[in-house]
């Protein structure tokens, strides 16, 4: 069964800081991989996603993340950050796509960003 | 906006109540998934359709059912509410490669 760990509950950084959110999963197959971001009172917006080709892979608000499939990693990158971006963030994986297929989640991180 | 719609946006009922919640998928997309997001337990999956019929179970409980109807919206029926059932359930609709998901709904037991 496939599981995801979100190393960090909390992460507290400044404003233009950078910032690492790590994320490590355990599949028996091959994987697609997702980071969704959830803001106050709201639901889930997808922040990247991870289906095949490069590793490294660009999303929305100047987020990245890099898979590592020897780790088993999925870390979720930003440069700089802005108060806009205090929101809890979600790793998830997904064995396999198509019709049939469910999503697992970690825990969460929560960020907060201070001025 | 990602184009799946929930009703209501908050439910606030008693215990050993029924509720059902709605969902509307985007349009085109034939699969439905149901998630409850709760402080315990944080996000789990608990059933998806696909275009009508039952595809996949998570953490179902017995006291919890889903249909996905003919024109592809579906409903969450949960009966005999505990408090524990308080959550925020979400639904999503998929193209197979990307999960869309609603506003969700807030349920609040009493």
Known sequence: AQSVTQLDSQVPV?????????CNYSSSVSVYLFWYVQYPNQGLQLLLKY??????????????????????SFHLRKPSVHISDTAEYF?????????????TF???TLLTVNP | DSGVTQTPKHLITATGQRVTLRCSPRSGDLSVYWYQQSLDQGLQFLIQYYNGEERAKGNILERFSAQQFPDLHSELNLSSLELGDSALYFCA???GYEQYFGPGT?????
């Not at chain 1, 400044?14 to 790590?22: K, M, W």
């Not at chain 1, 790793?91 to 999503?103: H, I, M, P, T």
């Open chain 1, 14 to 22: 400044f404003e233009e800081a950078p910032v690492e959110l790590r």
């Open chain 1, 51 to 72: 289906l095949s080709g490069s590793t490294l892979v660009k999303g929305i608000n100047g987020f990245e993340a890099e898979f590592n499939k020897s780790q088993t």
């Open chain 1, 91 to 103: 790793c998830a994986v997904s064995e396999g796509g198509g019709s049939n297929y469910k999503l």
């Open chain 1, 106 to 108: 970690g825990k969460g």
């Open chain 2, 93 to 95: 609709s998929s193209d």
């Open chain 2, 106 to 110: 807030r349920l609040t037991v009493t």
